[in-house]
């Protein structure tokens, strides 16, 4: 009998099957989903119930530690690590408020889930130094090379219909692939921590790395960098947290003290320096009570989000809008880039930073 791999994958899925888990998603978010929220605290705060990420301190979590929030209190129901998941469960009202890739929101609303972007959360920022980006890595001595040379290779990414897919997929189509060749690209879910070991064995042909895991893989040697998410696009906002649009318009007062709140929180540590920031990620997951490490936050570099305060971009949207419709996914002359986010409550795109605050959300001491 075949030893089971340990890198537990699946293959690419068919456009069906990714319309069929939206459609049952959209089902019970036609019937179950709520615009209450998680109710309120006895001092008047609207509480928003939200998923966090196991071991790392999220932009919401560090807004609420800085005390940056006003009107609102965070309630944690557990943790998640698909982006596409968080917003599902937004979508359907289990929480108040999800993240994910763009793309993903892009997807989803385009099949009719009535969600809204607000602020972004994550990204690849250019900052050389921090070595801020995803890589997508062969062996030293592989003979892939090219785009070309993918048709028919496995590649791992750590979830299908998220980030890496549509990274792979648009490489793959600006060096001239046919959508047919695209899709002879072998599309591999490798959880993060087992890409490396995954790609040394030859269990796969290219393995995306970023964050601690590529910075110890690329210190074992013997990796070779095919492309990254930075030659590709520049520095992009990748993902967004997202509102249900009847939670918006009914807690407008609390969506806006979040998203300052949040906004606030990207752009200090956009400005502080990289010490204070991992000091205080460590003092929030030591402090929380989860029985969580400390050495993922311990390894922190830089923001990612390369707009100030987290402000989105149109063409963060539309690049992959481009890509869905181009694949199929989308509807042609369906969803634009300006239905899926606003920027409408972010204090750094329309000046309406906190009173006492300047426009990095520190606070304003007066002479004297």
């Known amino acids: 009998m075949r030893a089971e791999s340990p890198i537990g994958l699946r293959r690419n899925r068919s456009f069906a099957a990714a319309v069929l888990v939206t459609a049952v998603a959209l089902v ?22 939200y998923e966090g990420s196991p071991a790392s301190v999220t932009f919401p979590e560090l807004a609420e530690d800085l005390g940056f929030f006003e009107k ?53 920022d250019g900052d050389t130094e ?22 028919g290779k496995k ?24 959508n047919d060749e695209i899709n002879q690209v072998e599309l591999t879910v490798v959880p993060p921590n087992n890409t490396e070991q995954a790609l040394r064995s030859g269990q796969i042909d290219v393995g995306n790395l970023g964050g601690i895991v590529k910075d110890a893989a690329l210190g074992r040697g013997g990796l070779t960098p095919l492309f990254t998410d930075i030659d590709l696009t520049g520095p992009l906002g990748i993902g967004s947290v997202v509102f249900r649009n009847d939670f918006i318009s009914k807690n407008e007062d609390a969506v806006r003290d979040f998203v300052q709140g949040v906004a606030r929180a990207v752009r200090w540590t956009q400005t502080v320096p990289k010490e204070e920031v991992v000091d205080r990620f460590v003092k929030i997951v030591e402090g929380r009570g989860r029985n969580e490490s400390t050495e993922f936050v311990r390894q ?43 920027n409408e409550y972010n204090p750094y795109a329309n000046g309406t930073y906190p009173p006492g605050s300047d426009a990095d959300g520190n606070p304003v001491v007066a002479a004297g």
């Open 28 to 49: 019970v978010a036609a019937c179950g989903g709520s615009s209450s929220g998680g109710g309120t605290t006895a001092d008047g705060k609207t509480v928003l119930r």
């Open 155 to 178: 590649v791992g990414i750590n979830t299908l219909g998220a980030y890496h897919e549509y990274v792979i997929k648009e490489w793959l189509f600006r060096a001239g692939l046919t």
């Open 72 to 124: 609102v209190q965070l309630e944690w129901l557990g943790d998640t690590t698909s982006g596409p998941q968080s917003i599902q469960s937004a979508a359907t009202g289990e929480t108040d408020f999800g993240a994910a890739f763009n793309g993903a929101i892009a997807k989803l609303v385009d099949a009719g889930a009535p969600l809204t972007g607000v602020v972004s959360v994550y990204g690849s």
């Open 300 to 342: 922190w570099k830089s923001a990612g989000v390369p707009a100030a305060g987290g402000v989105i971009d149109p063409g963060e949207f539309q690049i992959w809008i481009d890509q869905g419709v181009r694949l199929g996914v989308l509807k042609p002359g369906g969803t634009t880039a300006e239905d899926l986010f606003t």
């Open 130 to 151: 921090a070595d801020s980006f995803n890589g997508y890595y062969v062996l030293d001595g592989s003979p892939i090379r090219t785009a070309r040379d993918l048709i």
